[in-house]
């Protein structure tokens, strides 16, 4: 016999585990329409040629590539941000400005499947096109922010970076393209060990390459912007950019990030602000959303404009969420009949129940009252109900609370009643 497995990096759920995910996910889109944002969806493929025009050629050997039978070439979603700035130039441009979006999606990459990665994960992401200010960006990272906050996750760290800072120094090297593209990795993988000898084998500037390692080191709150503002040579057009941002931010509630210049995203269409937020208790997975600001339109053949995005690692905010947070709502009354004219009456208050937004289950199998109410207790029911003809005949029932053993009388026309108290 075939051992039927599941693909590899994917996963099934159990319904306690889709409970947590809808509550976490239905905290997402509270949040997301609290700031005015609109929810849009896009396909879960796309011609691979959108993927390669955002991230390079390289990008195939890490997405679900293929050819359809229309000799097609398609790829499954690797992330969203394409998507919705293709439906953007394509058909949304048109939109009053700014557009403020979110999304939440099934993504798809060939990764090497570890805890917090996956070949199958969910992405929520949110994006403002079309309001080319720092005030956009400060709206984008506060919905993160608020986000996170939202769902109780309070050992985050949002870090805020910015690439004019990273470039300018970049730029001064003094190296290749091909190098600077190279030295990006390296910042971006934290690999201080490749920036120490670029002197060396790139021939990079001693000097600068020395305050870019200190820049991208650097660690701390807003005081940091003076450390960097040295380090600079004088004040810089970016730094005074993410200054007023950090003044924003202030309005917004929002002082406990840390600047990390080292945030460098890793690709190019992104433009200024960068930002990634942290949960340290997930280890090495342990980046749960990554966004910024950047300029992608023109990739897919519309005029410029500025957008600001970020996206979720849904399946980590869930790992990174704290257990103990929400209790699994409990079914609230099981049903158990013990004839067939009970059972009839049974379905009546189920339904009856059920349509007045109360959980409420019925035996199905026909098991006897002992193992009937064995079953209520597994399934962790907070009450349960025998009827039988006695019950019927005095239109009557004991409710059992499943916890405490004790038992109620409560007449049929107040059974609802109880249950909405
Ligand atoms: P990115 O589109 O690469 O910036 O990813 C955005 C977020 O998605 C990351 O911060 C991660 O939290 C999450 N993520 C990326 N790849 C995976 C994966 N393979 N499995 C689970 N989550 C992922």
């Given at each position: ?5 599941r ?22 889109r ?45 790829s ?14 394509k ?30 994960f ?27 906050k ?35 990795r ?50 810089d ?50 980046q ?40 699994l ?37 026909g ?41 109620t ?13």
């Open positions: 016999m075939t051992d039927f497995q693909p590899r990096g994917t996963r099934d759920f159990p319904p306690e585990e889709m409970e947590q995910r809808r509550i976490v996910e239905d905290g997402l509270k949040v997301a329409r609290s700031f005015n944002f609109g929810e849009v969806m896009t396909p879960t493929f796309e011609n691979t040629e959108l993927f390669v025009a955002k991230s390079g050629p390289g990008i195939i050997d890490e997405i679900y590539a293929f050819k359809d039978k229309g000799d097609r070439e398609i499954l979603r690797p992330e969203l941000t394409a998507a919705v700035m293709r439906y953007y130039v058909e949304l441009h048109t939109r009053p400005k700014p557009l403020k979006l979110y999304y939440m999606g099934n993504c798809f990459r060939y990764e090497r499947p570890q805890k917090g990665r996956y070949r199958e969910w992405q929520f992401g949110a994006e403002i096109i079309g309001a080319p200010s720092l005030d956009a960006d400060a709206e984008v990272l506060a919905l993160a922010y608020y986000s996170v939202n769902l109780g996750l309070n050992n985050t760290v949002m870090r805020i970076g910015h690439l004019g800072v990273l470039n300018k120094f970049i730029e001064e090297l003094g190296v290749s393209e091909s190098m600077k593209v190279e030295v990006r390296m910042i971006d993988k934290r690999d201080f060990e490749s920036l120490r000898t670029l002197p060396d084998g790139a021939g990079a500037k001693q000097d600068v390459t020395n305050r870019l390692i200190e820049l991208v080191s650097l660690d701390g709150g807003s005081e940091t912007l003076e450390k960097a503002k040295k380090l600079m040579d004088g004040d057009i970016s730094l005074k950019e993410l200054k007023k941002l950090l003044n924003i931010l202030e309005k917004y509630g929002i002082t406990d990030y840390k600047l990390d210049f080292g945030v460098a995203r890793g690709l190019d269409y992104y433009t200024g602000m960068v930002f990634e937020i942290d949960a340290p208790n997930l280890g090495a997975e342990k749960i959303c990554g966004g910024g600001a950047y300029s992608l339109s023109e990739t897919f053949g519309g005029q410029p404009i500025s957008s600001t995005g970020f996206a979720f690692g849904f399946d980590r905010l869930m790992l990174a969420r704290s257990q103990d947070e929400e209790e709502s409990k079914l609230d009354v099981y049903f158990i009949p013990i004839s067939d004219d009970a059972r009839m009456k049974c379905l009546e208050m189920v339904t009856e129940i059920r349509n007045n937004g109360i959980s409420a289950d019925i035996d199905l199998l098991r006897k009252v002992g193992k009937a109410f064995g079953y209520a207790d597994t399934i962790g029911a907070k009450t349960a109900i025998v009827i039988g003809d006695k019950e019927l005949a005095e239109e009557k029932v004991m409710v059992k609370d499943m916890a405490t053993g004790d038992q009388p409560i007449n049929f026309s107040e059974l609802l009643k109880h249950y909405q108290n």
